[in-house]
C-alpha cells in the first residue's frame, strides 16, 4: 500500500517538471516497430547510464542472448561522461539502439533520434504515463523505467553506538548537533560522521547535482517555476553553504583532501562502517547490500536514508528528493531489425523473471505491469516519509541548462573555497552567472 501510496503522490508532482518535446522519427521504422511482438532479427546496442548497474545489465544481457540467440551489448559510460559518449557512439555506424533521455536538454539535443513509442508492447505493459517524456502532440519519445529517490543515507547501529536514534534528526539544527558531538568523539567511537565529500569526478556529481538540488529546489518553489528559468537568484544558497559546511568538517577526511577522493572511496568508507551518514540514493542498496564483489554485505536493517536538511524554515516536513532521470529512448535512426530487437529486449525486462528481478534489486520500483516488490529499505524510507504527510523534494536539477558545463564551474567553484581556503562568492558566481551564461549557449 505504501508503494502505491508513493508512486501515486510522487507522479502526480513530478509530472509537471518532466513533460517536454521530443520529435522526428522514421516512420517506417514506427510502423515497424509499432507491434514489438514479432521475433527480431537485429540485434542490441544499448548505452547504460548507470556505472553502478553495468554488471547487473551485462549478466542481464546474456541471459537473454543466451535464451533467444539475439545479441545484446551493453556499454556503460563513465561516471559524468553520458553526454560526451552518446554524442561520440552516435556518430558511429553502429550507433545504440537503446540510449538515455533523462531531461528536457538531453531531449532537445536528441530529438531527430527518439522513436514514438506509443504502439508498442514495451509502452503497453506500462501501470502510469507520468513519468515518460512526451511531444506536443502527446507522443512518448522516452519512457520513465523507474523512480528514485536520494537522501542521507544512515548507518542506525552506528548511530545508536554514539548514543542517537533516526528519530532526534528532524532538520538542520539536529542534524548538526550529531554530526558535531561524534566528530568530537571520533577517535572513541571509532567512525566518523559524513563520509567523505568527494569532488573528484566519480563522486562530485553528488553535490554539483544533488545536493545543489536544495537551493534549486526551494527557489523554484517559492517562484512557482515549471519551466526552465533564463536566470536564478541564488536565494538558498546560504543554506547549501550550511550543509557543505557540515559535510566536508564533519567527515572522514580533512577538506583539503576531498579533491581526488572518489566516489567509490566514500562508498567503502560507508560500507566499512567508518561513517555513519552517507549522501547518495536508493540505487545505492545492491552495492551495499546484495553485491557479493564489493564486500559490504551491510544488514538492511541497520540502514534508512533521512531528508538532506540544510536550515530551511518548515524543513521538519520535508521527504527525500524523488524523481527521475531514467528513461529509455529507442534509435529512431537504426535498422528496422535492429529497432525491433530493441523493443523486444525492452519487453522482456519489464516482463521476464530474470528482468523484473534485476530492476527491483538495482532500481527498486518499476512502473510496469509484473514489476517486483523491492527489498530495498530506501524505497521504504521514501514510502513512510510521503504516508505521514511529507512533502517530496522535486528534481529541480533537470532544469539545469547545459548541465555538464554549469556543474562542472560549481565544482571548480566548490573545490577553491573547500580546498584551498576560496571565496564563498564564487560558488555564487558559477551558480547564480553560470545559470545565465549556460541559458544563452545552450
Known amino acids: 500500500m505504501k508503494k502505491r501510496v508513493f508512486a501515486t503522490l510522487l507522479s502526480g508532482v513530478l509530472v509537471a517538471s518532466l513533460l517536454s518535446g521530443c520529435g ?30 553495468d554488471a547487473a545489465w551485462q549478466e542481464l544481457a546474456a541471459k537473454y542472448t543466451e535464451q533467444t540467440g539475439v545479441e545484446v551489448k551493453v556499454v556503460t559510460a563513465a561516471s559524468g561522461e553520458y553526454e560526451n559518449t552518446l554524442t561520440t557512439e ?59 529517490a536520494f537522501g542521507i543515507i544512515t548507518n542506525k547501529a552506528l548511530l545508536a553506538e554514539a548514543g542517537y536514534d533516526v528519530a532526534d534528526i528532524k532538520d538542520f539544527e539536529s542534524l548538526k548537533k550529531v554530526a558535531e558531538d561524534i566528530t568530537a568523539r571520533k577517535d572513541e567511537l571509532g567512525f566518523s560522521a559524513f563520509s567523505s565529500a568527494g569532488l573528484d569526478g566519480s563522486s562530485s556529481w553528488r553535490f ?20 526552465q528559468p533564463a536566470t536564478v537568484t541564488g536565494a538558498y544558497l546560504d543554506n547549501f553553504k550550511a550543509i557543505w559546511d557540515l559535510y566536508i568538517n564533519n567527515a572522514t577526511c580533512e577538506p583539503n583532501q576531498i579533491v581526488t577522493k572518489t566516489g567509490d572511496e566514500s562508498e567503502a568508507e560507508f560500507g566499512k562502517g567508518e561513517a555513519v ?21 551491510m544488514n538492511p536493517d541497520d540502514l534508512t536514508m533521512i531528508p538532506i536538511y540544510c536550515g530551511v524554515e518548515g524543513e521538519e516536513e520535508a521527504g527525500l528528493c524523488c524523481g527521475t532521470e531514467n528513461c529509455w529512448a529507442v534509435n529512431s535512426q537504426a535498422s528496422e531489425e535492429d529497432i525491433q530487437a530493441t523493443l523486444d529486449f525492452m519487453k522482456w525486462v519489464v516482463t521476464s523473471d530474470e528482468g523484473t528481478t534485476m530492476m527491483a534489486e538495482q532500481f527498486g520500483p518499476i512502473p510496469f505491469k509484473n514489476a517486483k516488490e523491492s527489498e530495498n529499505v530506501f524505497f521504504t524510507a521514501a514510502n513512510d516519509y510521503i504516508s505521514n504527510g511529507k512533502y517530496v523534494v522535486t528534481w529541480a536539477f533537470n532544469y539545469t541548462p547545459n548541465v555538464d558545463a554549469w556543474r562542472e564551474a560549481v565544482v571548480s567553484a566548490l573545490t577553491q573555497y573547500s580546498a584551498n581556503n576560496g571565496s564563498w562568492d ?6 547564480v552567472n553560470g545559470w545565465a551564461t549556460q541559458y544563452q549557449q545552450q
Not at 95 to 110: E, H, V
Not at 117 to 146: P, Q, R, S
Not at 426 to 431: E, G, L
Open 90 to 148: 552516435m556518430s558511429k555506424s553502429s550507433a545504440p539502439t537503446l540510449f538515455q533521455c533523462g531531461n528536457q536538454a538531453a531531449l532537445d539535443t536528441w530529438k531527430d533520434y527518439c522513436l514514438d513509442l506509443t504502439d508498442t508492447d514495451v509502452y503497453k505493459e506500462m501501470t502510469t504515463d507520468d513519468f515518460n517524456l512526451k511531444g506536443e502532440n502527446g507522443e512518448v519519445y522516452a519512457i520513465g523505467y523507474c523512480y528514485e
Open 24 to 53: 522526428g522519427s522514421d516512420k517506417k521504422a514506427e510502423t515497424k516497430a509499432a507491434g514489438g511482438s514479432e521475433s527480431a532479427s537485429g540485434s542490441v546496442y544499448y548505452l547504460n547510464f548507470k556505472p553502478e548497474a
Open 426 to 431: 564564487n560558488v555564487v558566481t558559477a551558480y
Open 208 to 227: 554539483s547535482g544533488h545536493l545543489m538540488n536544495m537551493p534549486l529546489f526551494y527557489e523554484f518553489r517559492d517562484d512557482n517555476v515549471t519551466s
Open 277 to 297: 551518514f552517507f549522501q547518495n540514493g536508493t540505487w545505492e542498496y545492491s552495492n551495499l547490500v546484495v553485491d557479493e564483489s564489493k564486500g559490504f554485505k
